[in-house]
């Protein structure tokens, strides 16, 4: 127990007793004549219950001040006590004991009330939203830190010559470049000297740089392809990779071949693809390209793409599409594009192709050799179907032209000296035919000098 007591000439002093507390030793508290309970002897008054419990009681000054004190002693002893022990003057008698109120420790439970609860919910509100808003602040700065090296990136990335700035980093194996160049690649591409980066990035990093572009932009393939920068990086990337990372780029543009080939930028990308993709690849194009072949066929690009179709997927696959072409072969051949799509299938198909075109030739060869797209076609069949020469040259004497008219047409007569080139007795007839009739003018005037040409020999 510790024992405190306050003494003061002006007011009543109150001693407080605690409880549980660790036994304390004094060694010199005998010499002062106190208790053990630190109180003065000669105090018979024992501690006057609290009615707060029996961790607090008090005392009255009356009840511990001895008639007799030693001041000196106490004084010389324990200066502290000097002010306030012992008494400047007579102390008149004290109150009697009195019951000081006093808090209670711990406090009764007290139901709160809605207003209390309320006030409470909205200071915890307030708390959290301020935790909100400094965990934001700091995410903010954190990702403000980190995208100034990013930053940076970009902006030496879209000054000229970036290209050369990219190859150098990936040849040094810097892995943190390479990693800000293929997450801004959406932005990059469609700038003048960020697309170089790209294309850096595709001609000289690994395969797995080259799959991470490509699955970075998915999505977005059909608007880089027809952007005046972005799509010379579609276009190189149809160049330089393989078939397995160009496999997902063409499977997203199938279904809008006509669209690019139709775009004045698109269409680069369409031949880039028809160009260098594999058969795996191109057989995406095909279903596309066999509905939109009759449009395709007459169109400046639109033509490069069915003859790069054509000519690099196997027979079995073009099937469908070279019999759409075949079936608008007569107006085909006369058309300015179109006739080198029959030629491409003259050049490619099979026989019965061969001579699906032979036999409409002959049907129209009047037609076709005055014309100067068409006598384009009559001539690759001579040249790729030397089994339907004979067919055509028997229909060029049996025309109603007749042979020395069909020399002298402004293109019928290139049709002629190909046909004088063709070997067998179908030719020799011919020869003899151009022979006995009438000497040729005009445009047969080149007919007339192969012919010399020939019997000169």
Same mark, same amino acid.
């Given at each position: 127990?510790?024992s405190?007591?306050?003494?003061?000439?002006s007011?009543?002093?109150?001693?407080v007793?605690?409880?549980?507390?660790?036994?304390?030793?004094?060694?010199?508290?005998?010499?002062?004549?106190?208790?053990e309970?630190?109180?003065?002897?000669?105090?018979?008054?024992?501690?006057?219950?609290?009615?707060?419990?029996?961790?607090?009681?008090?005392?009255?000054?009356?009840?511990?001040?001895?008639?007799?004190?030693?001041?000196?002693?106490?004084?010389?002893?324990?200066?502290?006590?000097?002010?306030?022990?012992?008494?400047?003057?007579?102390?008149a008698?004290?109150?009697?004991?009195?019951?000081?109120?006093?808090?209670?420790?711990?406090?009764?439970p007290?139901?709160?009330?809605?207003e209390?609860?309320?006030?409470?919910?909205?200071?915890?509100?307030?708390?959290?939203?301020?935790?909100?808003?400094e965990l934001?602040?700091?995410?903010?700065?954190?990702?403000?830190?980190s995208?100034?090296?990013?930053?940076?990136?970009v902006e030496?990335?879209?000054?000229?010559?970036?290209?050369?700035?990219?190859?150098?980093?990936?040849?040094g194996?810097?892995?943190?470049?390479?990693?800000?160049?293929?997450?801004e690649?959406?932005?990059?591409?469609?700038?003048?000297?960020?697309?170089?980066?790209?294309?850096?990035?595709?001609?000289?990093?690994?395969k797995?740089?080259?799959?991470?572009?490509?699955?970075?932009?998915?999505?977005?393939?059909?608007?880089?392809?027809?952007?005046?920068?972005?799509?010379?990086?579609?276009?190189?990337?149809?160049?330089?990779?393989?078939?397995?990372?160009?496999?997902?780029?063409?499977?997203?543009?199938? =279904?809008? $071949?006509?669209? +690019?080939?139709?775009h004045? @930028? *698109? !269409?680069? %990308?369409?031949? /880039?693809?028809?160009e260098?993709? #594999?058969?795996?690849?191109?057989?995406?194009?095909?279903?596309?390209?066999?509905?939109?072949?009759?449009?395709?066929?007459r169109?400046?690009?639109?033509?490069?793409?069915?003859?790069?179709?054509?000519?690099r997927?196997?027979?079995?696959?073009?099937?469908?599409?070279?019999?759409?072409?075949?079936e608008?072969?007569?107006?085909?051949?006369?058309?300015p594009?179109?006739?080198?799509?029959?030629?491409?299938?003259l050049?490619?198909?099979?026989?019965?192709?061969?001579?699906?075109?032979?036999?409409?030739?002959?049907?129209?060869?009047?037609?076709?050799?005055?014309?100067?797209?068409?006598?384009?076609?009559?001539?690759?069949?001579?040249?790729?179907?030397?089994?339907?020469?004979?067919?055509?040259?028997?229909?060029?004497?049996?025309?109603s =032209?007749? $042979?020395?008219? +069909?020399?002298?047409?402004? @293109? *019928? !007569?290139? %049709?002629?000296? /190909?046909?004088?080139?063709?070997? #067998?007795k179908?030719?020799?007839?011919?020869?003899?035919?151009?022979?006995?009739?009438?000497?040729?003018?005009?445009?047969?005037?080149?007919?007339?000098?192969?012919?010399?040409?020939?019997?000169?020999?």
């Amino acid at each position: 127990k510790l024992s405190v007591f306050v003494c003061s000439n002006s007011s009543p002093s109150m001693s407080v007793i605690c409880e549980n507390t660790p036994e304390l030793s004094f060694p010199e508290l005998p010499e002062l004549g106190v208790d053990e309970n630190f109180g003065l002897k000669g105090s018979p008054v024992p501690p006057t219950p609290s009615p707060w419990g029996a961790r607090f009681s008090m005392w009255s000054p009356a009840q511990k001040i001895p008639s007799t004190p030693s001041p000196i002693y106490a004084q010389s002893r324990y200066p502290a006590f000097a002010p306030c022990w012992p008494p400047m003057q007579p102390v008149a008698p004290l109150m009697a004991p009195q019951q000081i109120p006093f808090p209670c420790w711990p406090p009764a439970p007290v139901e709160p009330s809605a207003e209390l609860v309320i006030a409470a919910l909205m200071a915890e509100a307030e708390a959290l939203a301020g935790i909100a808003a400094e965990l934001s602040a700091w995410q903010a700065q954190t990702a403000q830190r980190s995208a100034q090296p990013s930053q940076a990136v970009v902006e030496q990335a879209t000054q000229p010559g970036s290209g050369r700035w990219i190859q150098r980093a990936v040849a040094g194996g810097d892995a943190e470049v390479v990693g800000v160049v293929l997450r801004e690649a959406s932005q990059l591409a469609r700038h003048k000297h960020g697309k170089d980066a790209l294309i850096a990035v595709l001609e000289r990093a690994s395969k797995d740089h080259q799959r991470a572009l490509v699955d970075v932009l998915r999505g977005e393939w059909l608007e880089l392809s027809v952007d005046v920068h972005a799509c010379r990086m579609v276009q190189r990337l149809m160049e330089i990779c393989d078939d397995e990372i160009r496999l997902p780029v063409v499977a997203e543009l199938r =279904t809008h $071949l006509e669209y +690019l080939v139709n775009h004045k @930028y *698109g !269409n680069h %990308v369409a031949h /880039r693809i028809s160009e260098h993709c #594999g058969p795996a690849a191109l057989g995406l194009l095909l279903p596309e390209a066999a509905l939109a072949a009759r449009d395709l066929a007459r169109h400046a690009y639109g033509c490069r793409v069915l003859q790069h179709l054509i000519e690099r997927c196997p027979a079995s696959l073009t099937e469908d599409l070279i019999a759409t072409i075949l079936e608008d072969q007569p107006a085909l051949a006369c058309h300015p594009f179109g006739n080198y799509v029959v030629q491409c299938v003259l050049k490619q198909g099979s026989v019965e192709h061969r001579w699906r075109v032979a036999r409409a030739v002959c049907e129209h060869l009047e037609e076709y050799c005055d014309n100067k797209f068409a006598s384009n076609v009559v001539e690759s069949v001579v040249r790729w179907c030397p089994e339907a020469a004979d067919l055509v040259i028997d229909a060029a004497m049996r025309s109603s =032209t007749s $042979l020395v008219g +069909l020399s002298s047409l402004r @293109y *019928g !007569n290139f %049709v002629v000296q /190909r046909l004088l080139e063709v070997r #067998g007795k179908h030719r020799t007839d011919l020869v003899e035919a151009l022979v006995s009739g009438p000497r040729l003018q005009g445009f047969g005037k080149h007919v007339q000098a192969a012919l010399n040409k020939m019997t000169s020999k």
